[in-house]
């Protein structure tokens, strides 16, 4: 029942925000969809079933045996319910900006994520255009988390369902309101904010690290509001791929294992 919940609200919110790409968006694309496309929602069936034979449904499980095993920190608490989902959803959102940094700092995990990065235009595709090994790492990382913060079960779920619809909200062409939009960054990651961290500028690619809050970036000095050439301008990817033809599924599915090119941030960890 979790997982169903999970990936209905998931498939909901993506075809609200395809939809409203279609008729609002807010750059034209170069490359046309029946290119990238194939590829993205290639890699996100691909992570759906491989998710479905390994370790799917595993946060939301933790969650159940640190409940009943009184495991982690909020667990040896006495807070109300709503404190424990409120900390839980916070945290979490905390553990998956820092995942997120370390990504791009230390190349191991670079190697994995540049896949997401690689995508030539930004959109609610590029949500779930991801590499099968990092959404293993993403779901074993998130597990330890809750182990240790005894994350309530109720407020996995939710989490889970408010990451996959921001994360498509976030990556989405769409056209919003200027100022609508300068409102809600100061609690959102609007895509505006988002398609920032996926310019080709070395600088830009290193900020806005947030998938659903903009606290942790304003916080961490991280947040940049604007991009140097404009939205309408901005160049989406990396400088060291830039030719469509060389980032299909199956070279997309390889590119942690070739010949690395990691320049876009010179000080990453090995």
Not at 97 to 121: A, N
Not at 182 to 208: G, Y
């Amino acid at each position: 029942m979790e997982n169903l919940i999970r990936v209905s609200a998931a498939l909901g919110i993506f075809l609200i925000m395809i939809s409203w790409e279609y008729f609002s968006p807010r750059r034209t694309q170069a490359i046309s969809r029946k290119k990238r496309w194939p590829i993205n929602i290639g890699l996100a069936l691909c992570n759906m079933l491989l998710m479905r034979v390994t370790l799917g449904g595993l946060a939301y499980l933790a969650a159940v045996h640190t409940a009943e095993q009184s495991w982690g920190l909020l667990n040896q608490l006495t807070l109300p319910l709503w404190a424990t989902i409120a900390i839980t959803l916070l945290v979490l959102d905390l553990a998956i900006y820092g995942q997120h940094v370390l990504s791009h700092k230390w190349q191991l995990l670079w190697r994995l994520h540049q896949v997401h990065h690689t995508d030539l235009e930004f959109d609610a595709s590029t949500g779930v255009r991801f590499h099968p090994l990092e959404i293993m790492l993403s779901m074993a990382y998130k597990v330890l988390c809750i182990y240790l913060i005894g994350a309530n079960p109720v407020a996995v779920i939710a989490f889970e369902i408010i990451l996959n619809a921001t994360a498509t909200f976030n990556h989405s062409n769409i056209n919003i309101p200027l100022k609508i939009d300068a409102l809600l960054r100061w609690v959102l990651i609007t895509p505006d904010t988002h398609r920032i961290h996926h310019s080709t500028v070395p600088s830009e690619t290193d900020s806005n690290y947030g998938f659903s809050i903009s606290l942790w970036d304003r916080l961490f000095r991280t947040y940049q509001a604007d991009p140097k050439k404009g939205q309408l301008a901005l160049d989406i990817g990396l400088a060291a791929y830039r030719n469509q033809q060389e980032l299909g599924f199956i070279k997309c599915l390889l590119l942690p294992f070739r010949p690395a090119l990691f320049h876009h941030n010179k000080n990453k960890k090995h």
